[in-house]
């Protein structure tokens, strides 16, 4: 039997395989809610503009809501032979309904129609991964304002090179994350824009109102080409852009989990319920999630490819291969909004261990910049002279086995005769932190400060 949708002109089925590659039902069903609401905002307007009658178009909204609630409660049978969401919902309502079923397709085509659904799809998702970042900004912030003081070493080539504070280390992917939602709201706003109504590829002959369409479901304005509006999928290569930027802002973050809870760094305790044991090694406590944060970049970064390659070259308007649109970016965004759930969770869950980092933070002279700086401004000596006073005194620590400050004031007037007793207030790892307070620095006082900003904006939301 040919397809009742459109086999007018075939008299035979397609071939089986024919059917297998043709089909996209078995994951445009997740488009279900956004093609029924873009329905019924379709068959409203018919009928406001007298292009359908009003008993037509109000059998067609009661119609949907039913299909709406068969889906919704799994008593919908989805058939491959009628290929994808837009026939298995029209299908239904032929069954439903009757003749006025038909009525529906007036004015459109599936491909304004698929444009329009995808499209409300990426701006539902795109919302609540916005709220999900928000999450991850707060539990930041939050950890951050407990951890202002908390020193730790920062690094230059994962080389211990001046203390900083967890709480500065954490605020800087809040404003990570804070791009990446600026990135993600700037893809919604040029996303939402309706093709409904740009029907096939020209538009249509019939009066319709593609304001009103366009405002009922939420977007600012109709698209104004219809070529474009069903061969554009910028929306898609756009948001995951911003999907694959925050994807590997996460994976560092993930990363550095990994690295700060190894056992050789012990810098951060994960509890129970962000680990994993080892079927072998019983002292085993592995970072798994992080692990798979740092992983799932991956196949984010691959959908953005995939869209890409697919879309190149392609020629105006519609072709088939813009099908290939949609299991990427499903995945893609499903992936992500776990990436951002299991981050949240580890940075609710994390412990520093204040002492080790305190420790670590002091490591390999990381006070020697304070030193220098001290020099240039006690001593008003020239930085370049005053680096290469602190090399020497540097050189002497190692020699004898002792951190900075614990360098004797003689052996310091040795290198530099100028040199006094003030040196000393600048050369624990505390007192550097301290010390940095330009704005954007790590000095507690400013953490605090961000981390309040931040929190104040976010509770705001
Ligand atoms: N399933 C199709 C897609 O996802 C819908 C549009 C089909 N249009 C067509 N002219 N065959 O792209």
């Known amino acids: 039997m040919s397809n009742k949708m459109w086999g007018g002109r075939f008299t035979s089925a397609p071939d089986a395989i024919m059917e297998e590659i043709n089909a996209s039902i078995g994951f445009d069903q997740r488009l279900y809610a956004q093609d029924i609401a873009g329905s019924k905002a379709h068959a409203a307007m018919l009928a406001a503009q007298g292009i359908i009658a009003a008993e037509d178009a109000q059998k067609i909204q009661d119609g949907l809501d039913t299909i709406l609630s068969e889906i919704e409660a799994g008593s919908f049978t989805f058939r491959r032979e009628l290929e994808d969401i837009h026939m298995n919902v029209e299908s239904r309502l032929a069954e439903l309904i009757g003749a006025s079923a038909g009525r529906l397709h007036t004015a459109r085509s599936r491909n304004d129609q ?10 539902d998702t795109v919302d609540a991964l916005d709220a999900q970042l928000a999450d991850l900004q707060k539990a930041l912030a939050e950890k ?33 994350t804070a ?25 249509t002959s019939f009066p319709i109102d593609r304001e009103a369409t366009a405002s009922a479901l939420g977007f600012a304005r109709p698209t104004a080409n219809s070529l474009d509006a069903v061969s554009d999928r910028d929306f ?10 925050c994807a590997v802002h996460l994976s560092r973050f993930a990363e550095e989990v990994v ?16 680990t994993t044991g080892s079927s072998i090694m019983p002292q085993k406590r592995n970072p798994d999630a992080a692990e798979l944060v740092r992983a799932k970049a991956g196949r984010i970064i691959g959908a953005l490819t995939g869209i890409l390659v697919v879309m190149k070259g392609l020629p105006l308007a519609y072709a088939k291969d813009m099908q290939e649109d949609k299991e990427g970016a499903f995945d893609a965004l499903s992936a992500l909004s776990l990436v951002v759930a299991a981050s949240a ?12 980092m305190k420790a670590a933070a002091g490591q390999g002279y990381s006070t020697a910049t304070d030193l220098a ?23 002497i620590a190692a020699e004898k086995g ?41 000095a507690p006082s400013q953490v605090r400060t961000q981390a309040e900003r931040w929190l104040k904006l976010l509770n705001g939301e």
């Open 144 to 176: 951050a304002l407990a951890n202002a003081a908390t020193v730790m070493p920062g690094f230059t080539h994962l080389q211990t090179a001046q203390p900083v504070t967890f709480g500065h280390h954490l605020m800087a992917y809040v404003e990570m």
């Open 236 to 245: 898609v290569m756009e948001t995951l852009s911003a999907a694959s930027i």
């Open 402 to 442: 002792l951190a900075l400050e614990d360098v004797p004031l003689a052996d310091m007037k040795a290198v530099d005769a100028r040199i006094n007793d003030d040196v000393y207030s600048v050369l624990s790892v505390e007192c550097s932190v301290n010390s940095r307070v330009s704005y954007g620095g790590t």
């Open 259 to 274: 690295i700060w809870t190894s056992p050789s760094f012990g810098l951060v305790k994960l509890s129970d319920a962000f």
């Open 179 to 203: 791009r990446d939602r600026s990135r993600l709201k700037d893809a919604r706003a040029r996303l939402n824009e309706c093709p409904l109504g740009s029907a096939a590829l020209a538009g």
């Open 373 to 395: 700086d001290w020099l240039v401004r006690a001593l008003n000596i020239p930085f370049r002279e005053a680096h290469h006073i602190t090399g020497r005194i540097v050189g």
């Open 345 to 356: 969770g580890m940075v609710r869950d994390l412990t520093p261990d204040a002492e080790r």
């Open 114 to 123: 698929v444009a329009t659904d995808f499209r409300l799809y990426v701006r």
